[in-house]
């Protein structure tokens, strides 16, 4: 089946700085990928869509100046939470569209679970 | 918002079966429904998908009604490690709802 890694999976950083969380198909290429959060005992709530080669489009109140997306390649895609503060404590989950299968079908990595400090 | 709504908790003996519906009553004619699970800290897992058929594979049921404006994922035989949080989304969406938690009893 398609595998889908996050890139780590679990980071502690200071106020102020900024975290790189990478996301990678393995065993297909990807022409989009998704970003969701997760708050504690919360769904996934869209953060954009990115697609390889173009600009992420973001959903409404989700800054792109704070969580910058680069998906430069059919197999990896990287959401960089830029002077991060405690409130972006959270869990990130990224999910993968198989290029030439159908839009329909993710397939979701494991998360990465950002605790600021 | 999600384009479907579930209800917020349900609980299942073990052994018996699952019923867990989905309404998506504003679904479009080229969406599919899919069925994720998501246990505590990790990413979702798939279930399975549809377009208008019932379908059906290892892990679960699938049955769409017929003006696909709802759905329920059947899980034959709960066992305790079905205890997660549900999801169906509809795939021009990509949006989750808040899910049903499924607590499966002994």
């Known amino acids: 089946g398609a595998v889908v890694s996050q890139h780590p999976s679990r980071v502690i950083c200071k106020s102020g700085t900024s975290v790189k969380i990478e996301c990678r198909s393995l065993?297909?290429?990807?022409?989009?990928m998704f970003w969701y959060r997760q708050f504690p005992k919360k769904s996934l709530m869209l953060m954009a869509t990115?697609?390889?080669?173009?600009?992420?489009?973001?959903e409404q109140g989700v800054e792109k100046d704070k969580f910058l997306i680069n998906h430069a390649s059919l197999t990896l895609s990287t959401l960089t939470v830029t002077s991060a503060h405690p409130e972006d404590s959270s869990f990130y989950i990224c999910?993968?569209?198989?290029?030439?299968?159908?839009?329909?079908?993710?397939?979701f990595g494991p998360g990465t679970r950002l605790t600021v400090l | 918002d999600a384009k479907t709504t579930q209800p917020p908790s349900m609980d299942c003996a073990e052994g018996r079966a699952a019923n867990l519906p989905c309404n998506h009553s504003?679904?479009?004619?080229?969406?599919?429904v899919y069925w994720y699970r998501q246990i505590h800290s990790q990413g979702p897992q798939y279930i399975i998908h549809?377009?208008?058929n019932n379908e059906t594979n290892e892990m679960a049921s699938l049955i769409i009604t017929e003006d696909r404006k709802s759905s329920t994922l059947i899980l034959p035989h709960a066992t305790l490690r079905d205890t997660a949080v549900y999801y169906c989304?509809?795939?021009?969406?990509?949006?989750f709802g808040a899910g049903t938690r499924l607590t499966v009893k002994p």
């Open positions: 065993d297909f290429q990807a022409t989009t």
């Open positions: 990115s697609n390889e080669g173009s600009k992420a489009t973001y």
């Open positions: 999910s993968a569209a198989m290029a030439g299968g159908s839009y329909n079908e993710q397939f």
């Open positions: 989304i509809v795939t021009n969406d990509m949006r």
């Open positions: 504003t679904i479009s004619g080229n969406e599919y």
């Open positions: 549809g377009l208008k």
